[in-house]
């Protein structure tokens, strides 16, 4: 039986986080010092945007960006790395979206794909659990509940001050 390599997307999984910053509900354009892309980005209509800039005991930084259209009951919430000079890259995204492939999953990028960078690391190669296989939707996504479980699964401190906006 051979070794399991250890994966360098379960440790920043793992790790526990700290809020630095929190932009709250916006609307606008997504800009690059809150993405994993090189430009701003528009924000679709009925889609709000909320990032949290994350740091870690032993001062590595990420990003948990957050996007939600309630209207069209989609969720998505994405881990992203920030090295200090270098490109953004984004690691794993929760979402849950309506549809045959949807329901709640996660996509990552695991050890294959460790030179992609900025944009290119948005397209992973990873969905668990696989498609075809049945996945639960929660029906009660609130933005402050999406945001709150986010902030669970990527291992961050409790997020406070959940508002919600209206579009």
């Known amino acids: 039986m051979g ?21 709250g509900w916006r609307a606008d354009d997504l800009p690059p010092r809150y993405s994993a892309f090189p ?3 528009p924000c ?7 990032c949290f800039v994350l740091e870690t005991e032993d001062g590595r930084s990420f990003r948990l960006l957050v996007e939600v259209s309630p209207h069209l009951s989609k969720w998505k919430a994405m881990l992203i790395r920030a090295p ?17 492939q949807g329901g709640l999953h996660v996509h990552a990028s695991c ?7 900025g944009a290119d690391s948005v397209n992973m190669t990873y969905t668990l659990p696989d498609h075809g296989r049945t996945r639960r ?6 933005k402050a509940l999406f945001c709150k479980a ?10 406070s001050g959940q508002e919600e906006m209206e579009v």
Do not use: Y
């Open 84 to 100: 200090e000079g270098a490109p953004p890259v984004a690691i794993m995204r929760f979402e849950d979206q309506p549809g045959a």
């Open 39 to 41: 430009a701003s980005r």
């Open 150 to 159: 986010a902030g669970e699964f990527f291992r961050t401190d409790p997020i």
């Open 111 to 117: 050890d294959d794909n460790r030179d992609l960078t």
């Open 44 to 50: 679709g209509r009925r889609w709000e945007w909320r």
């Open 3 to 23: 070794t399991v390599k250890h994966s360098q997307v379960r440790d920043e999984l793992t790790c526990r986080k700290r809020v630095k910053k929190d932009t």
């Open 137 to 142: 939707r929660r029906r009660a996504w609130t």
